[in-house]
Structures are given as structure tokens and as C-alpha cells.
């Protein structure tokens, strides 16, 4: 039998050089999305950090931790929105 829902985390790294009413604005897109789709959604900000290699010529990112259960199929949606979004530079979404 298949599964219902699972447990999933989504790691996101958003860009800072466009400032931070971007990553917010960001972050509650994100957040939103998350909630309208999934149950048990906890959201742990880590804040401005160094990255360890430059990417894109950007040296910091912002980093935000989601967990949330949701349907087995909204974990690809979220990867697909994340990827074609302007100011991420980096996610990962993974089951628990």
C-alpha cells in the first residue's frame, strides 16, 4: 500500500545581494506554499552565513530549514518552484 503522507525537510540557501526584504519576501512565499500544502510545518531560520565556496560570485547566502508532511507528490513541486526562482542559490528537499 502506498503512502499517504511523509515527513519531509527542504534546506533552501537564498541569495542576500538583493537585500533582506527579498529573502523575506522569499521566505513567506516559501512558507505559504508550504503550509497551504503540507501539515506540522516548522520553519528554522539559521540566518546570514558564509558560504563555503563562492557560487554565482556570491561569498554568503541565507540559510532556512523547513520540516512539514505533506503528499509524496508535493515535494517535486516545491523542488520545481524553488529551481526556476530568482534569488535561490541552493536547496535540497529531502524524506525523513
Known sequence: MAKITGSYEAMVVFSVKNGEEQVKALIE??????????SDVSLNEWGKRKLAYAINYETEGYYVIWNFTSKPDFPAELERVLKITDGVIRFLVTNK
Open 29 to 38: 512565499k516559501f512558507n505559504e506554499m508550504i503550509g497551504a500544502n503540507g
